[in-house]
């Protein structure tokens, strides 16, 4: 898998799964709702660690910078 996110898109998704996490602790989000965010938050934790997104190959999005030779 070749990388296709960026720092900024990792940041983000990171700031994103803390929010969701803490409402979801602190019981505005519940029920299957609740559950649906966790499921979010899975996603993105997992994609910001290993910095590639799946979506974002399937349309050829690339955030990454690559580096020039």
Do not use: E, H, Q, W
């Amino acid at each position: 898998m070749k990388k296709n996110m960026g720092n900024i898109d990792k940041s983000i998704r990171l700031l994103v799964a803390a929010v969701l996490t803490a409402l979801y602790f602190l019981g505005v989000v519940d029920g299957t709702l609740g559950v649906v965010a966790l499921v979010i938050v899975g996603v993105f934790v997992l994609t910001s660690v290993i910095s590639f997104c799946p979506l974002y190959a399937l349309f050829g999005i690339n955030t990454c910078k690559t580096k020039s030779a």
